[in-house]
């Protein structure tokens, strides 16, 4: 079995790195990095450099492989170092946005793309990506994070859109968009403050609870949005 975790640097990613290995023993492990590479090392594990806004380093990427069972893209942001998720329209900018964009919705397109062939080849392919219960249009109720919301928004269509693909050429697949609960990572980490009692996960225990789903979902779940405790969550 070969599994590819991108964006296996953060702090979802490198837990589900750590699950993957932990979950299937006999499986070749694949993770992409992008600014630091860990130092954690397995002998089943490879470390790739990418950055997923170039559409070539997807497609150099691809071509190391001939065939992947998981896919699982991991990347995303939802702030920078000198610029937050806005709290109003003044507050929004085109770069900001469109940063949003090529970092949380692009990527997963591009990697649909390179890598379609090679999950083909597999028996039960899976091709999931991150994406955040924000990203619900029908769940939006407090408004704000427009760029965050409105990439994770237009993510989902791009999953909901391959997944449609997918049962015209691609039938044993399974594509979905996953929401991981609010994690205790670098991401939401200026975010936390108002977070319920409990409600804060580790990164561990959601990389346990999205590998235990991608395991039990078939192809007849394909195109959907679901949480962490499998949840289906309104588009
Ligand atoms: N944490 C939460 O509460 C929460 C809630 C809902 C949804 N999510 C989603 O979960 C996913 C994982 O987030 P996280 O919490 O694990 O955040 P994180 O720790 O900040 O990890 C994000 C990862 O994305 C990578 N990345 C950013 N730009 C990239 C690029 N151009 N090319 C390649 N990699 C790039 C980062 O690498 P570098 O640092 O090297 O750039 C980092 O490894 C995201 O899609 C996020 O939106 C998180």
């Not at 997923?52 to 492989?65: D, G, H, M, Q, W």
């Not at 946005?97 to 090529?102: H, K, P």
Request: charged content about 20%.
């Amino acid at each position: 079995m070969q599994i590819l975790i991108v964006g296996g640097s953060g702090g979802i990613g490198f837990a589900m790195v750590h699950e993957v290995l932990n979950a299937f023993p006999t499986a070749e492990v694949h993770a992409t990095y992008h600014r630091h590479r860990p130092i954690f090392q397995n002998r089943r594990l490879q470390w790739h450099a990418l950055d997923v806004t170039k559409e070539p380093e997807i497609e150099a990427l691809s071509e190391r492989f001939i065939e992947v069972d998981w896919l699982v893209n991991c990347v995303g942001m939802l702030h920078t170092s000198v610029k937050g998720p806005e709290k109003n329209l003044a507050a929004t900018d085109s770069e900001f946005f469109l940063a949003n964009l090529s970092v949380n919705t692009l990527p997963t397109l591009m990697l649909a793309k390179y890598f379609t062939p090679k999950l083909k080849r597999a028996e039960a392919p899976k091709l999931a990506t991150i994406s955040a219960k924000v990203g619900s249009i029908e769940d939006n109720r407090l408004g704000g994070w427009y760029s965050y919301r409105a990439s994770k928004a237009a993510l989902n269509m791009l999953l909901k859109t391959i997944a449609i693909e997918w049962q015209r050429t691609l039938k044993h697949g399974t594509v979905v968009a996953l929401h991981p609960g609010t994690t205790d990572t670098a991401l939401s980490q200026p975010f936390q403050a108002n977070v319920p009692e409990g409600k804060l996960f580790e990164p561990t225990r959601v990389a346990r609870d999205l590998v235990e789903l991608l395991k039990t979902m078939t192809p007849k779940q394909s195109g959907g949005f679901l949480a962490y405790d499998g949840q289906e969550l309104p588009w």
